[in-house]
Protein backbone atom coordinates (compact mmCIF):
# COMPACT_ATOMS: atom_id res chain seq x y z
CA UNK A 1 0.00 0.00 0.00
CA UNK A 2 1.61 3.74 -0.56
CA UNK A 3 1.64 5.81 2.16
CA UNK A 4 -1.17 8.23 0.26
CA UNK A 5 -3.50 5.13 0.50
CA UNK A 6 -2.35 4.20 4.30
CA UNK A 7 -3.05 8.05 5.40
CA UNK A 8 -6.14 7.80 3.55
CA UNK A 9 -7.35 5.15 5.32
CA UNK A 10 -6.46 5.53 9.25
CA UNK A 11 -7.08 9.60 9.06
CA UNK A 12 -10.14 10.08 10.94
CA UNK A 13 -11.85 13.00 8.11
CA UNK A 14 -12.79 15.99 8.76
CA UNK A 15 -17.05 15.33 7.84
CA UNK A 16 -17.59 12.58 10.64
CA UNK A 17 -18.00 13.67 14.63
CA UNK A 18 -16.05 12.52 17.18
CA UNK A 19 -18.68 10.41 18.43
CA UNK A 20 -17.34 6.71 19.02
CA UNK A 21 -19.32 5.01 16.42
CA UNK A 22 -21.65 1.60 18.32
CA UNK A 23 -21.01 -0.45 14.90
CA UNK A 24 -19.98 -4.05 15.63
CA UNK A 25 -16.37 -5.07 14.88
CA UNK A 26 -15.76 -5.53 11.38
CA UNK A 27 -19.28 -3.74 10.53
CA UNK A 28 -19.47 -2.21 6.85
CA UNK A 29 -20.87 0.60 8.07
CA UNK A 30 -18.44 2.40 9.90
CA UNK A 31 -15.69 2.11 6.77
CA UNK A 32 -18.90 3.57 4.47
CA UNK A 33 -19.55 6.28 6.90
CA UNK A 34 -15.82 7.82 7.04
CA UNK A 35 -15.18 7.53 3.11
CA UNK A 36 -18.55 9.11 2.84
CA UNK A 37 -17.41 11.84 4.56
CA UNK A 38 -14.28 12.15 2.75
CA UNK A 39 -15.85 12.15 -0.57
CA UNK A 40 -18.50 15.08 0.72
CA UNK A 41 -15.60 16.89 1.76
CA UNK A 42 -13.37 16.71 -1.32
CA UNK A 43 -16.21 17.68 -3.25
CA UNK A 44 -16.44 20.37 -0.90
CA UNK A 45 -20.49 20.19 -0.62
CA UNK A 46 -20.57 18.56 3.07
CA UNK A 47 -22.27 21.96 4.40
CA UNK A 48 -25.00 21.96 1.88
CA UNK A 49 -25.36 18.01 2.13
CA UNK A 50 -28.72 16.91 3.17
CA UNK A 51 -28.75 12.65 3.92
CA UNK A 52 -31.85 10.28 4.18
CA UNK A 53 -31.73 7.10 6.86
CA UNK A 54 -34.56 5.15 7.31
CA UNK A 55 -34.31 2.08 9.60
CA UNK A 56 -31.54 -0.10 10.31
CA UNK A 57 -27.72 -0.65 11.96
CA UNK A 58 -27.13 2.53 10.29
CA UNK A 59 -29.99 4.93 11.27
CA UNK A 60 -27.72 6.58 13.60
CA UNK A 61 -25.92 7.86 10.82
CA UNK A 62 -26.59 11.72 12.02
CA UNK A 63 -24.38 10.68 15.13
CA UNK A 64 -21.42 10.46 12.73
CA UNK A 65 -21.67 12.66 9.90
CA UNK A 66 -21.24 16.26 9.84
CA UNK A 67 -24.25 17.02 7.93
CA UNK A 68 -27.95 17.59 7.85
CA UNK A 69 -29.47 14.06 8.29
CA UNK A 70 -33.48 13.40 7.89
CA UNK A 71 -34.74 10.06 9.16
CA UNK A 72 -37.10 8.05 7.14
CA UNK A 73 -39.75 5.36 8.28
CA UNK A 74 -38.80 2.00 6.90
CA UNK A 75 -38.11 1.80 3.15
CA UNK A 76 -39.31 5.32 2.09
CA UNK A 77 -36.33 7.08 2.06
CA UNK A 78 -36.19 7.50 -1.67
CA UNK A 79 -39.21 9.10 -1.33
CA UNK A 80 -38.48 11.35 1.14
CA UNK A 81 -34.78 12.02 -0.90
CA UNK A 82 -37.25 12.78 -3.66
CA UNK A 83 -38.92 15.47 -1.92
CA UNK A 84 -36.09 17.27 -0.31
CA UNK A 85 -34.38 17.14 -3.44
CA UNK A 86 -37.18 18.92 -5.72
CA UNK A 87 -38.18 21.46 -2.72
CA UNK A 88 -34.24 22.40 -2.27
CA UNK A 89 -32.64 21.92 -5.85
CA UNK A 90 -29.28 23.48 -4.83
CA UNK A 91 -28.69 20.94 -1.95
CA UNK A 92 -26.98 17.55 -2.21
CA UNK A 93 -29.26 14.59 -1.43
CA UNK A 94 -28.37 11.21 -0.72
CA UNK A 95 -29.95 8.34 0.88
CA UNK A 96 -28.43 5.80 2.63
CA UNK A 97 -30.40 2.13 2.73
CA UNK A 98 -29.60 -1.46 3.67
CA UNK A 99 -31.09 -4.23 2.15
CA UNK A 100 -33.88 -4.99 4.39
CA UNK A 101 -34.96 -1.55 3.69
CA UNK A 102 -34.39 -0.81 0.21
CA UNK A 103 -34.48 -4.06 -1.43
CA UNK A 104 -37.49 -5.43 0.33
CA UNK A 105 -40.24 -3.02 2.33
CA UNK A 106 -39.12 0.07 0.17
CA UNK A 107 -38.71 -1.61 -3.28
CA UNK A 108 -41.60 0.26 -5.29
CA UNK A 109 -39.85 3.64 -3.97
CA UNK A 110 -36.63 2.78 -4.87
CA UNK A 111 -37.65 1.44 -8.34
CA UNK A 112 -39.91 4.25 -8.95
CA UNK A 113 -37.43 6.94 -8.10
CA UNK A 114 -34.59 5.49 -10.34
CA UNK A 115 -37.50 5.38 -13.00
CA UNK A 116 -38.35 9.18 -12.73
CA UNK A 117 -34.43 9.62 -12.64
CA UNK A 118 -34.41 11.75 -9.90
CA UNK A 119 -31.30 14.06 -9.55
CA UNK A 120 -30.22 12.00 -6.22
CA UNK A 121 -27.63 9.81 -5.05
CA UNK A 122 -28.71 6.56 -3.28
CA UNK A 123 -25.77 4.37 -1.30
CA UNK A 124 -27.09 0.71 -1.15
CA UNK A 125 -25.11 -0.88 1.69
CA UNK A 126 -25.89 -4.36 0.94
CA UNK A 127 -24.69 -7.27 3.78
CA UNK A 128 -27.31 -9.68 2.67
CA UNK A 129 -29.28 -9.37 6.44
CA UNK A 130 -31.37 -7.24 8.69
CA UNK A 131 -29.09 -6.90 10.61
CA UNK A 132 -30.44 -4.53 13.31
CA UNK A 133 -32.97 -6.63 13.56
CA UNK A 134 -31.54 -9.96 14.81
CA UNK A 135 -30.54 -11.20 11.21
CA UNK A 136 -33.41 -12.24 9.17
CA UNK A 137 -33.04 -13.37 5.50
CA UNK A 138 -32.98 -10.00 3.21
CA UNK A 139 -34.19 -10.14 -0.62
CA UNK A 140 -30.24 -10.17 -0.76
CA UNK A 141 -29.63 -13.43 1.27
CA UNK A 142 -27.59 -15.83 -0.93
CA UNK A 143 -29.23 -19.33 -1.53
CA UNK A 144 -27.87 -21.72 1.33
CA UNK A 145 -27.01 -18.92 3.58
CA UNK A 146 -28.30 -19.58 6.98
CA UNK A 147 -30.19 -16.85 8.83
CA UNK A 148 -32.12 -16.69 12.01
CA UNK A 149 -35.66 -17.24 9.43
CA UNK A 150 -34.12 -19.86 7.24
CA UNK A 151 -31.65 -21.39 9.87
CA UNK A 152 -31.48 -24.37 7.31
CA UNK A 153 -30.60 -21.67 4.65
CA UNK A 154 -32.16 -19.92 2.05
CA UNK A 155 -33.82 -22.60 -0.35
CA UNK A 156 -35.24 -20.55 -3.31
CA UNK A 157 -38.05 -23.26 -4.04
CA UNK A 158 -40.13 -21.68 -1.63
CA UNK A 159 -38.16 -18.50 -0.61
CA UNK A 160 -37.04 -16.93 -3.91
CA UNK A 161 -33.37 -16.03 -4.97
CA UNK A 162 -31.77 -13.30 -3.88
CA UNK A 163 -32.62 -10.12 -5.75
CA UNK A 164 -29.95 -8.33 -8.04
CA UNK A 165 -30.80 -4.16 -7.48
CA UNK A 166 -28.33 -3.04 -9.99
CA UNK A 167 -29.28 -5.25 -12.81
CA UNK A 168 -32.74 -4.47 -11.68
CA UNK A 169 -32.33 -0.61 -11.95
CA UNK A 170 -30.31 -1.10 -15.03
CA UNK A 171 -33.21 -2.34 -16.88
CA UNK A 172 -34.15 1.42 -16.80
CA UNK A 173 -33.92 4.24 -19.13
CA UNK A 174 -33.46 7.14 -16.91
CA UNK A 175 -30.81 5.94 -14.18
CA UNK A 176 -27.38 7.77 -15.24
CA UNK A 177 -24.69 5.90 -13.03
CA UNK A 178 -25.18 2.41 -11.40
CA UNK A 179 -22.16 0.48 -9.70
CA UNK A 180 -21.61 -2.44 -7.44
CA UNK A 181 -18.23 -2.23 -5.29
CA UNK A 182 -17.41 -4.39 -2.04
CA UNK A 183 -15.88 -4.02 1.01
CA UNK A 184 -13.68 -6.83 0.92
CA UNK A 185 -10.54 -5.24 1.18
CA UNK A 186 -8.14 -2.45 0.53
CA UNK A 187 -8.66 -2.20 -3.08
CA UNK A 188 -12.76 -2.46 -2.57
CA UNK A 189 -12.17 0.36 -0.12
CA UNK A 190 -10.96 2.91 -2.52
CA UNK A 191 -13.30 1.52 -5.93
CA UNK A 192 -16.01 2.36 -3.20
CA UNK A 193 -14.34 6.12 -3.01
CA UNK A 194 -14.20 6.33 -6.35
CA UNK A 195 -17.65 5.41 -7.02
CA UNK A 196 -19.16 7.59 -4.10
CA UNK A 197 -17.17 10.50 -6.11
CA UNK A 198 -18.91 9.11 -9.18
CA UNK A 199 -22.00 9.33 -8.20
CA UNK A 200 -21.98 12.93 -5.89
CA UNK A 201 -20.03 14.32 -9.40
CA UNK A 202 -23.74 13.05 -11.37
CA UNK A 203 -25.62 14.62 -8.92
CA UNK A 204 -23.33 17.95 -9.06
CA UNK A 205 -23.34 18.11 -12.38
CA UNK A 206 -27.42 17.66 -12.42
CA UNK A 207 -27.36 14.71 -14.74
CA UNK A 208 -30.17 12.32 -12.33
CA UNK A 209 -30.35 9.15 -10.56
CA UNK A 210 -27.58 7.67 -9.55
CA UNK A 211 -26.90 4.45 -7.44
CA UNK A 212 -23.62 2.69 -5.84
CA UNK A 213 -24.29 -0.64 -4.32
CA UNK A 214 -21.64 -1.44 -2.18
CA UNK A 215 -21.55 -5.50 -0.41
CA UNK A 216 -20.65 -5.06 2.84
CA UNK A 217 -19.32 -7.44 5.88
CA UNK A 218 -21.90 -8.19 8.97
CA UNK A 219 -19.82 -10.63 11.12
CA UNK A 220 -22.50 -10.84 13.97
CA UNK A 221 -24.88 -12.21 11.49
CA UNK A 222 -22.75 -13.73 9.10
CA UNK A 223 -21.49 -15.81 12.34
CA UNK A 224 -17.85 -15.05 11.18
CA UNK A 225 -14.79 -13.22 12.80
CA UNK A 226 -14.15 -10.26 10.64
CA UNK A 227 -11.66 -11.48 8.57
CA UNK A 228 -13.77 -14.36 7.82
CA UNK A 229 -16.54 -12.28 6.95
CA UNK A 230 -14.02 -10.15 4.50
CA UNK A 231 -13.73 -13.27 2.60
CA UNK A 232 -17.15 -14.15 2.83
CA UNK A 233 -17.90 -10.80 1.08
CA UNK A 234 -14.90 -11.38 -1.42
CA UNK A 235 -16.10 -14.91 -2.29
CA UNK A 236 -19.68 -15.79 -1.82
CA UNK A 237 -21.05 -12.63 -2.52
CA UNK A 238 -19.18 -11.65 -5.78
CA UNK A 239 -19.82 -14.57 -6.51
CA UNK A 240 -23.65 -13.53 -6.49
CA UNK A 241 -23.54 -10.15 -6.97
CA UNK A 242 -20.54 -9.12 -10.03
CA UNK A 243 -18.62 -6.30 -9.10
CA UNK A 244 -19.02 -3.42 -11.81
CA UNK A 245 -19.94 -0.77 -13.28
CA UNK A 246 -23.73 -1.15 -15.06
CA UNK A 247 -24.02 2.04 -16.44
CA UNK A 248 -22.22 5.50 -17.21
CA UNK A 249 -23.32 8.15 -18.50
CA UNK A 250 -26.54 7.02 -19.15
CA UNK A 251 -25.13 3.94 -20.73
CA UNK A 252 -25.61 0.79 -19.88
CA UNK A 253 -22.15 -0.84 -19.51
CA UNK A 254 -21.40 -4.38 -21.09
CA UNK A 255 -19.91 -7.01 -18.36
C1 LIG B 1 -42.47 -0.31 9.33
C2 LIG B 1 -41.36 -1.03 10.05
N1 LIG B 1 -41.27 -2.37 9.98
C3 LIG B 1 -40.26 -3.02 10.58
C4 LIG B 1 -39.32 -2.32 11.29
C5 LIG B 1 -38.22 -3.09 11.99
N2 LIG B 1 -36.91 -2.97 11.37
C6 LIG B 1 -35.99 -2.13 11.87
S1 LIG B 1 -34.52 -2.24 11.05
C7 LIG B 1 -35.13 -3.43 10.01
C8 LIG B 1 -34.29 -4.10 8.95
C9 LIG B 1 -33.07 -3.37 8.57
O1 LIG B 1 -32.26 -4.17 7.79
P1 LIG B 1 -31.37 -3.57 6.61
O2 LIG B 1 -32.14 -2.54 5.88
O3 LIG B 1 -30.86 -4.70 5.81
O4 LIG B 1 -30.21 -2.79 7.36
P2 LIG B 1 -29.00 -3.31 8.27
O5 LIG B 1 -29.52 -3.23 9.68
O6 LIG B 1 -28.65 -4.72 7.87
O7 LIG B 1 -27.88 -2.36 8.03
C10 LIG B 1 -36.46 -3.73 10.32
C11 LIG B 1 -37.28 -4.75 9.63
C12 LIG B 1 -39.42 -0.91 11.35
N3 LIG B 1 -38.54 -0.18 12.01
N4 LIG B 1 -40.45 -0.28 10.72
Redesign the pocket.
Known amino acids: MNKDNKRMLYKRPEGLTDKVMHYCAGCG?SLAHKVLAEVLDELEVREKTVGVAP????VFAYHYLKCDISEA??GRAAAVATGIKRALPDRIVFSY?????LAA?GLAETVHAANRGENITVIF?N?T?????GGQM?PTTLNGQHTATCPSGRDPAGMGHPLRVCELINTLEAPYYIERVALDGVGGVLRMKKALHKAFSVQIAGKGYSLVEILSP?PTYFRMTASESLKFVNREMRDCFPVRVFRDQGTPQNA
Open positions: HVGCAAHQGDGDIVNVYGMTAC
